[in-house]
């Protein structure tokens, strides 16, 4: 059974940055393709950002494009989002997903294993 454990989230101001990690256990960590999604209060969750299993292929959500980056670093087994030029339009609860399979997906119903999420503010 595969663990995910989400950190980093926090309240900030508009125009900062933050970096969220996503801890993995309990499968080998290539053989998941990963993803970052998010969820507004009253809103419904949404894709965010993705990163096939050997990191060579990423994709994002055209809100975030050219200010968020997503990585992946095998040896430790965590997923990385670093969010830049925030804005209070990205605050949500952040949540780490992982899927079975090396090939990215954008929608929630594909991931197999959720994090609990970390919640992000942002303030104006």
């Known amino acids: 059974q595969v663990q995910l454990v989400e950190s980093g989230g926090g309240l900030v101001q508009a125009g900062d940055a933050l970096r969220l990690a996503c801890a993995a256990s309990g499968q080998t960590f290539n053989t998941l393709a990963m993803g970052w999604f998010r969820q507004a209060p009253g809103s419904e969750r949404e894709f965010v950002a993705a990163i096939s299993g050997s990191g060579g292929g990423i994709t994002y959500t055209d809100s975030v494009k050219g200010r968020f980056t997503i990585s992946r670093d095998g040896r430790k087994a965590t997923m990385y989002l670093q969010m830049n030029s925030l804005n209070p339009e990205d605050t949500a609860v952040y949540f780490c997903?992982?899927?079975?399979?090396?090939?990215?997906?954008?929608?929630?119903?594909?991931?197999?294993?959720w994090g609990r999420g970390t919640q992000v503010t942002v303030s104006s």
């Open positions: 997903a992982a899927r079975n399979g090396f090939i990215l997906h954008t929608q929630p119903g594909k991931y197999d294993y």
